[in-house]
């Protein structure tokens, strides 16, 4: 089983949700790069659990504690490894799942490929929990970006049938985004309507999914590779580690499938002395190779899994089928807490692409 991403930036995470603890190491990082720990504590403050009605209740601080790699405040070039404690487990209400697996979980799955071995707990190393060592490693290849001119923001474009406002794929107004309670979105009106539509479902014992839409500004052009070493899929590869993701676009995405090579291929125009793009289908992405134009990718994440409602699972050891009445504390939408994980995906992804220039001798700013 591999928990390891990257070719220049190594990342791999360990850990299971009840672990005593669960953490990261980054490997690639090159030495002397100041790491702010109050805005990466903000930024895992945005994924952490029991904050709102909305989420789980479990609680956990979320606070990281670096054992290697930083000294004084900055990067020193040996692997950074950082772990959060678990604290707030209640491993017993996992209990019966190694026999009655949950509908849309990997509980069974789990037990055909390890046999009864896996840590079921709190979902073991497949849950939401080890996106908080992702968002670790993403916090970090944020401010790292930053500080080179690039941002990456992302969005809840829709929670089940509500939908935010759209944002312009060309010029992207980032400053529009806003926080309504745990939602992040572009219309605080939409926000409150996602909020109570999460509420509902929750109350009726039941889990909404959505879309988050993902931007990065001020990239390059010239970024990534043709074939497997596209820009599409690094992001996918750590997009899909992300638990409860179930499809990606870049772009016009799926909808270009409908639309004639006409009206979706992009003109080339210059702007302020640059090539740009008067439409911003392709999503900043040509060929595998970043445009320049702002990267724009969507991703859906699925309703959660773990509901209130008795579902129809079955016994593994007497091979009959039996009600299943899930117990612990579970999100009723994923969604919210999943924006800074693609915004972290993302980041990781275009540092290890960055990081594959700059040793080719190129630089990127």
């Known amino acids: 089983m591999s928990s390891t991403y990257g070719e220049n930036l190594r990342l791999t995470i360990f850990g299971q949700s009840h672990s005593p603890a669960i953490g990261v190491t980054l490997e690639g990082l090159p030495a002397g790069i100041p790491i702010d720990p109050d805005r990466l504590q903000a930024f895992l403050n945005r994924r952490a659990p029991g904050q709102s009605p909305t989420a789980t209740a479990r609680r956990e601080a979320d606070c990281p504690q670096f054992l290697s790699g930083l000294r004084e405040g900055r990067t020193c070039g040996a692997p950074l490894t950082a772990v959060i404690a678990n604290t707030d487990t209640r491993s017993g209400d996992y209990a019966n799942l190694l026999d009655c697996p949950r509908p849309g979980h990997a509980d069974f799955t789990a037990q055909e490929k390890f046999h009864g071995f896996q840590d079921p ?76 539509a999460i509420l509902r479902a929750k109350s009726q014992g039941d889990s909404l999914g959505g879309v988050i839409e993902c931007v ?25 580690g992300i638990p409860a993701i179930r499809g990606l676009e870049f772009g016009t995405g799926f909808a270009a499938a409908a639309m004639t090579g006409s009206s979706h291929n992009d003109p080339f125009c210059i702007e302020d002395g640059s090539v740009r793009t008067k439409t911003n289908h392709h999503g900043g992405i040509l060929g595998g190779i970043t445009s320049g134009m702002p990267l724009i990718f969507r991703a859906a994440v699925k309703p959660t899994a773990s509901i209130a409602q008795v579902q129809q699972s079955v016994s593994l050891s007497r091979g009959l089928e039996q009600p299943l009445e899930i117990r612990g504390r579970h ?12 915004e972290a995906a993302a980041a990781i992804a275009i540092y290890d692409a960055i990081l594959e220039r700059e040793k080719g001798g190129t630089s990127w700013t």
């Not at 968002?135 to 080179?148: F, M, V």
């Not at 990239?219 to 990534?224: F, I, R, S």
């Open 216 to 240: 990065a500004l001020g990239l390059p052009a010239g970024l990534g590779d043709p074939m497997f070493g596209g820009m599409e899929n690094r992001i996918a590869q750590v997009v899909f």
């Open 331 to 342: 999100d009723p939408c994923i969604v919210p807490r999943a924006v800074p994980c693609l």
């Open 121 to 196: 707990a709190g979902g073991g190393h497949f849950s939401g929990r080890l996106t908080a060592p992702l968002c670790i490693a993403g916090g970090i290849c944020l401010q790292i970006l930053e500080r080179h001119g690039v941002t990456v923001a992302a969005h809840i474009q829709s929670i089940g049938q509500v939908a935010d406002e759209a944002l312009d794929p060309v010029h992207p107004d980032l400053s529009r985004l806003c926080d309504v309670g745990p939602l992040r979105v572009l219309s605080s009106d939409r926000g409150r309507e996602m909020e109570a």
